[in-house]
């Protein structure tokens, strides 16, 4: 699978990411931090990695930065792009099979290389659920920024 990843800031969790994915046997496709001449900030980084899952260059990726929220805002603003903010196993396990996400947001502070290993397990193991309920919500977020400015009553029915 090819899987872009992006952080702000060149640390040690960072690296291990793309070691982790490559030892997988996954194509890593490095941005921000992570590859010379890029812009480092963690939105700019985020949105790269994301855009790429957007236009299908890749299928998924892992977008870093210190807390892991702003790469996981950034990320989102981009159409068809679901990232998720996740600090163990259990979350990105449920946010692969009830939220269909595709990009995994990480905290650098706070992801050890064991937790790591177990949400990236998890994360993988995990498909989307084909669940009706779990189909509806999905494609009610994704069309929630379409309707911007309809009144909610009108979104919802």
Not at 59 to 73: K, L, P, R
Not at 89 to 109: C, E, H, I, K, Q
Not at 118 to 138: K, P, R, Y
Request: proline share 2%.
């Amino acid at each position: 699978m090819r899987i872009a990843v992006s952080s702000d800031m060149d640390e040690p969790v960072a690296r291990l990411v793309v070691d982790e994915l490559r030892h997988r046997g996954h194509t890593v496709l490095a941005f921000g931090a992570l590859r010379a001449g890029d812009r480092k900030d963690w939105a700019w980084s985020a949105e790269a990695a994301a855009r790429e899952v957007a236009a299908g260059r890749t299928e998924q990726a892992v977008v870093c930065c210190w807390t892991g929220t702003g790469a996981a805002i950034a990320a989102n603003k981009v159409p068809g792009v679901r990232a998720a903010l996740c600090g163990d196993a259990y979350t990105a396990r449920g946010a692969r099979r009830w939220n269909d996400a595709n990009v995994l947001a990480l905290s650098l502070r706070l992801t050890s290389a064991a937790l790591l290993s177990e949400m990236l397990d998890a994360w993988f193991d995990a498909a989307a659920s084909g669940d009706a309920e779990v189909l509806a919500n999905i494609e009610h977020v994704d069309s929630i920024g379409v309707h911007a400015g309809a009144p909610v009553e009108e979104r919802v029915r």
